[in-house]
């Protein structure tokens, strides 16, 4: 089974019921975490009973990112699992998961790779992206037979998307604001508009918006994002489901 499982979608913190940015990607019995940000790690353990996945990918530091990365490697070290559990993140991510979970170290827990350049990860080529935001942010584009996703992670506009989303099957792209752009350099995040012109240059085949600014109407992107974009634009929801 080929899927992807939105588990967060809103930005800089979680909506009531709601978590922020993560997603689980499914292929053929793979399993790979896409950041895990406030409030996802009890979303992924709902789909994941025995607290397994394969890999997990942190694209960058910010908690709406990654402050749930502590609660996957507790259930991951407590399992008693005799495997590291592959991480792919910027240097960044481990220096906020050594300052938060000191113990158990956290290279007991993890098999930590970079996440810049090309390689191999389960049935997956995983190629990684820098892309404009506060801190460092690697973008990244998942290559298997017959799926390609790719995945900003938090990125204002740049030339490097149409680079990471060429042809995607799927692109998960930042949407955090709505209406005109904002006339300020540099820019870290980008408005529905420019992810949906991003998609179009990209040829992307499917737009998943997200990373929503708490109390956004979600309708509202995905319209200002078809202005731009003509295939097939999501509203990514806490608890969907897409199949690939």
Same mark, same amino acid.
């Given at each position: 089974m080929r899927r992807l499982r939105?588990?967060?979608s809103s930005g800089a913190w979680p909506e009531p019921g709601g978590?922020? +940015?993560g997603y689980l990607l499914e292929y053929d019995g793979f399993r790979v975490v896409l950041d895990l940000g406030y409030g996802t790690a009890s979303r992924l353990f709902e789909h994941c009973q025995d607290r397994a996945v394969d890999a997990v990918v942190i694209t960058h530091e910010h908690p709406d990112h990654c402050a749930d990365l502590t %609660?996957? @490697?507790r259930a991951h070290y407590f399992a008693e699992r005799r495997r590291q559990l592959p991480l792919y993140c910027p /240097?960044?991510?481990l220096r906020v998961l050594e300052s938060t979970e000191p113990r158990p170290d956290p290279h007991a827990v993890f098999e930590v790779h970079d996440i810049e350049g090309t390689q191999e990860l389960g049935p997956f080529?995983?190629?990684g992206f820098p892309l404009p935001h506060h801190v460092p942010?690697? @973008?990244v584009r998942l290559s298997a037979p017959g799926l390609v996703v790719a995945y900003t992670g938090d990125s204002g506009p +740049? /030339?490097?998307l149409a680079r990471l989303a060429e042809? %995607?099957?799927?692109?998960? %792209?930042?949407a955090t604001l709505q209406g005109p752009a904002p006339d300020t350099t540099p820019r870290y995040v980008m408005t529905a508009t420019e992810a949906g012109t991003w998609a179009a240059r990209a040829r992307a085949r499917t737009l998943l918006l997200t990373h929503f600014w708490p109390g956004s109407d979600r309708i509202r992107s995905v319209t200002e994002a078809a202005a731009v974009f003509e295939g097939r634009i999501i509203a990514a929801e806490d608890g969907l489901e897409i199949g690939l």
């Amino acid at each position: 089974m080929r899927r992807l499982r939105v588990l967060g979608s809103s930005g800089a913190w979680p909506e009531p019921g709601g978590a922020c +940015s993560g997603y689980l990607l499914e292929y053929d019995g793979f399993r790979v975490v896409l950041d895990l940000g406030y409030g996802t790690a009890s979303r992924l353990f709902e789909h994941c009973q025995d607290r397994a996945v394969d890999a997990v990918v942190i694209t960058h530091e910010h908690p709406d990112h990654c402050a749930d990365l502590t %609660a996957v @490697g507790r259930a991951h070290y407590f399992a008693e699992r005799r495997r590291q559990l592959p991480l792919y993140c910027p /240097p960044g991510v481990l220096r906020v998961l050594e300052s938060t979970e000191p113990r158990p170290d956290p290279h007991a827990v993890f098999e930590v790779h970079d996440i810049e350049g090309t390689q191999e990860l389960g049935p997956f080529r995983l190629t990684g992206f820098p892309l404009p935001h506060h801190v460092p942010d690697i @973008g990244v584009r998942l290559s298997a037979p017959g799926l390609v996703v790719a995945y900003t992670g938090d990125s204002g506009p +740049s /030339p490097e998307l149409a680079r990471l989303a060429e042809n %995607a099957d799927l692109f998960i %792209a930042d949407a955090t604001l709505q209406g005109p752009a904002p006339d300020t350099t540099p820019r870290y995040v980008m408005t529905a508009t420019e992810a949906g012109t991003w998609a179009a240059r990209a040829r992307a085949r499917t737009l998943l918006l997200t990373h929503f600014w708490p109390g956004s109407d979600r309708i509202r992107s995905v319209t200002e994002a078809a202005a731009v974009f003509e295939g097939r634009i999501i509203a990514a929801e806490d608890g969907l489901e897409i199949g690939l």
